[in-house]
């Protein structure tokens, strides 16, 4: 677990997940948030963020170079 909180990607990923849930549950639950862009954009964020932190790159098998 520890080793994907030091990749970037997967952070940045999490937190657009977590951006999105907050747009999406916020339109449904408030009337205040109920509009069309709040869910493009909860929606957008949300498969960016699944991008980000599932289908990324993972760099377990690069050796660090020895200086």
Known sequence: MYKKL??????IGV???II???LII???VSKVLAHKLNFYTGFTFLVFGI??????KNNEDVKPVDS
């Open 26 to 28: 916020g339109g449904f």
């Open 51 to 56: 991008l980000m932190a599932f289908l990324n």
């Open 20 to 22: 999105s849930l907050i």
């Open 15 to 17: 937190f657009f997940i």
């Open 6 to 11: 030091n990749n970037l990607g997967f952070v």
